[in-house]
């Protein structure tokens, strides 16, 4: 009667050494002296933003610089800072905003390369939307109105009150209210939102259900905006320059070369996300210059002190490379 | 063990009438999902019918990223389950022979087993970033506190005189957990093993879902992020009957082991 007990036990208890046994050695960023390529863990979140890294590893930008790279899907910003910060991934992805953010609270950041850009064109890859019979007809409207965005006091409501500053309406007086981009698009068809900000493939959603898109709000923050950057720990910048400086190279190849093969890109976001092919061929793609546009990480650093998200702007030339 | 042979038929009968009835209800509420986003209850965009999500979970089954995503969770899941199993048992018999180690520990018990295993998410975060150990740590928070109790208030039940007796026969400790202690705090261990199973279930796949390690959660939460409606749902479903999956063995498990016991002969005598 006991026999099949313990067998039960041991059998839970192998399934438990299995599962554990691979999570014991980490990729570590140790200086490769053998010729051994440098193990090198990246943070990055499951959306077309990221397609070059992946492009670039599949097209060996990084392994021919001695760079075994794992792209690892966290969700958000909220799991990768930390995650960069105490050294699981050397490398990681974020929002501009977010980092201006993380900066002013004196994180230990550093970037070390361009991520993606808006499109500059009203034709970008997010877009501010409404109801089709909404009497809101540009952002100037949205003065007491509800705009929904996928976390509040970052990239995105900086992003519309730059679209209701320049259409000439009070900013402060737009509302947001917190809801993640899958559910944006049934809370405007029910009524519970006034207006939605949304990126791709949300955005191709939004047209199909016949939403109104009433402006690029990254296009409106500056002109050709950096939307989210590379970067890592500051310890890793200073005991690490070379690796840094591999890192950065073969992310401007990527860059580069996602820039200009959106074929490409369009296949390589079949195999992280889960995006059908249909919406991929439709999806704007946004822009991935090699070099990051200063000027406009400047204009989110003012904007961010003007909309009361910072008391005091912070220190941009020390977050940038 | 010939009555119990004896009786077996009606058993199985009861059973079989028990399993009609619980997959007529779940084909009753598969009917409700797949009739109400039809007719406009529910919007279609937002909850696909029972059909559309059925079609697309099928789709899945030729996909190895499916596969490979199921083995993960179960591995997580297995995983922490036979840690909190094995922690839970060793340190409720520990605590449930020794009353001076018992009373010392149960305030620190009762303040630590209601915090939410999601509110550690933070932390293991910053410690282990999002990997299996992060959400392996939240398995075996939730699952070890359900098997902990359940063993604590077995081993309080053991039967004193019983017990007495086989101290007046020298029994050594170690023998005294094998043979009276362990017996008959069997029904309550194994009731804690069915519910730490279906907690560390559950804290699993919010694991995966929320830390990002790899599993059925990390599938649902790309689904999501991808506007792949159908899809999300579709594993959903998978979830849910690993859950049924999960119960079903355990219940067996239980049936098998504990058959000598008065609530499953109560149980069978009453069929």
Known sequence: ?321 | MVSVAARRPRVTGRRYRSVTLGALGLIGFGLVLEVAPRIGVVPIDFAPPTSQILVTLVGQLDDGSFWTALLHTLGTWAGGLAIAVVAGAVIGVLLGSLPILRAATTTTIEFLRPIPSVALIPLVIVLYGPTVRSTLILVVYAAFWQMLIQVVHGVADVDPVALDTARSFRLSPWARVRHVVWPSALPYVMTGLRLAAAVALILTITGELVIGSPGLGKEIDTAQQSNEVRLVYALIVVTGLLGVLINLVVRWGERRLLSWHPANRAEKGAA
Not at chain 1, 17 to 29: F, L, R, V
């Open chain 1, 1 to 321: 009667m006991r026999r099949p007990l313990i067998a039960l036990f041991t059998a839970v208890a192998l399934l438990a050494t299995a599962a554990c046994g691979d999570s014991s050695d980490d990729g570590s960023a140790a200086p490769a002296a053998s010729g051994k390529p440098d193990a090198v863990n990246a943070g990055v979140i499951a959306i077309l933003d990221v397609a070059p890294i992946y492009l670039g590893k599949e097209k060996g930008f990084f392994s021919k610089r001695n760079i075994d790279l794992t792209l690892t899907t966290a969700q958000g910003g909220a799991a990768i800072v930390p995650a960069v910060l105490s050294g699981q991934y050397q490398f990681g992805f974020s929002n501009a905003v977010s980092l201006l953010l993380a900066k002013s609270n004196n994180a230990p950041l550093k970037v070390v390369c361009n991520g993606n850009n808006s499109t500059g064109a009203a034709d970008d890859f997010a877009g501010l939307f409404v109801k089709p019979d909404s009497p809101i007809k540009s952002p100037k409207d949205l003065v007491g109105k509800t705009v929904a965005a996928n976390t509040l006091k970052n990239i995105v409501d900086t992003s519309v009150r730059a679209s209701v500053k320049k259409d000439g309406g009070d900013p402060s007086q737009v509302k947001f209210t917190e809801l993640p981009f899958p559910e944006q698009v049934g809370a405007l068809q029910a009524g519970r939102v006034d207006a939605i900000f949304v990126v791709e493939p949300f955005q191709q959603a939004a047209i199909a259900a016949g939403m109104r898109k009433i402006a690029s709000s990254y296009v409106d923050a500056a002109p050709n905006l950096t939307v989210a950057l590379y970067f890592t720990s500051t310890k890793l910048a200073g005991e690490n320059p070379d690796l840094v400086k591999r890192f950065t190279e073969a992310m401007q190849e990527s860059l580069a070369y996602a820039d200009s093969h959106s074929d490409e890109v369009r296949d390589i976001i079949g195999t992280y996300t889960k995006i059908d092919p249909a919406t991929r061929a439709k999806m704007t793609l946004p822009k991935w210059p090699a070099d990051i546009n200063r000027e406009s990480i400047d204009a989110l650093a003012t904007a961010a002190v003007t909309d009361g998200l910072l008391k005091q702007k912070p220190d941009v030339a020390g977050l940038l490379p």
